[in-house]
């Protein structure tokens, strides 16, 4: 073992010493007693962090104020430069009970370890996304649309029941040229009555650009205004579909609105007339088309 690396037993008790710990940044693994005044000076440390769950904290707190908290040896994250990487819904339940209890502070880990880290709730993929530096409600349109994104970058349809990791929805958001501008785009979309999720349109972006990016713009703004279009494009159809079924509450399968879509787009950039909206869904036996 490293000459630099501590490891337990050995306990802080100085408030002082507790508030300077995360300053360190050599590997230590250390017992605190963390007090409110100790958990909201780490709190401050919490940069790009998840976005709170009020309810996991009054649980928490409820837990600590009536004695039936218990730790389970999850340790306080904090990176090399300091940063709180995992207990803030911890360390804001210390500071709503004003509690006083031990616990176990891990220091100096790299930054970047904060994607792979498990904590007591799983991070969803907005969490991660939220970190990475997008705001809140793109974040949750990009979480519901890097599903679909990666199932069908490997081959699978969009809506399968595969679920990519966190990692792996992580590492295709920063590496993929389209996925940023994609989800961009969808923020930028009306959320007023839309005829399909965001996070579809997210993935439709993304997928169309690849092909024609001011086709994929356009296509995507005509079916979320339904302005300009005329009764024989296939655009008019589609939306008008979605638009009737969702007026009269009867859901249409997300795999059937993606494959709607995809006609939809080939119809499109075809410049073909379409008379009906039977030309535009899909079949029961009908595949996923290629797109051009």
Request: hydrophobic residues 40%; charged residues 25%; glycine residues 6%.
């Amino acid at each position: 073992m490293s000459q630099n690396v501590h490891t337990l037993p050995i306990t802080i008790e100085s408030e002082a010493e507790a508030i300077a710990l995360p300053t360190r940044e050599r590997c230590s693994i250390e017992v605190v007693l963390v007090n409110a005044a100790v958990a909201s000076a780490w709190l401050h440390r919490n940069s790009n962090n998840r976005p709170i769950r009020f309810k996991a904290v009054t649980q928490y707190a409820n837990d600590m104020l009536g004695g039936h908290w218990k730790s389970t040896g999850e340790s306080i994250k904090f990176s090399r430069t300091g940063r709180l990487l995992d207990g803030q819904h911890r360390l804001s339940a210390i500071v709503e009970a004003d509690a006083t209890i031990d616990v176990v502070v891990n220091t100096g880990l790299e930054d970047g370890s904060f994607d792979v880290i498990d904590t007591g709730r799983q991070r969803t993929g907005s969490d991660i996304l939220t970190i990475d530096g997008i705001s809140l409600s793109e974040a949750r349109t990009a979480a519901a649309a890097l599903p679909m994104i990666v199932n069908y970058s490997r081959g699978l349809p969009p809506h399968s029941s595969a679920r990519p990791t966190n990692q792996a929805q992580l590492d295709f958001w920063k590496q993929h040229p389209y996925v940023q501008p994609a989800s961009r785009y969808a923020a930028l979309l009306s959320k007023r009555y839309p005829p399909i999720t965001h996070a579809k349109a997210m993935f439709l972006h993304w997928r169309f650009a690849q092909i024609d990016q001011d086709d994929a713009e356009d296509f995507l703004a005509a079916l979320f205004t339904g302005g300009e279009l005329s009764m024989t494009e296939s655009i008019y159809h589609l939306r008008n579909k979605f638009m009737e079924s969702r007026m009269q509450g009867r859901a249409i399968r997300d795999g059937v609105q993606i494959h709607a879509c995809f006609k939809a787009w080939n119809l499109y950039r075809a410049r073909r007339e379409v008379r009906s909206w039977r030309a535009v869904f899909p079949r029961a036996d009908e595949k996923l088309p290629e797109l051009i």
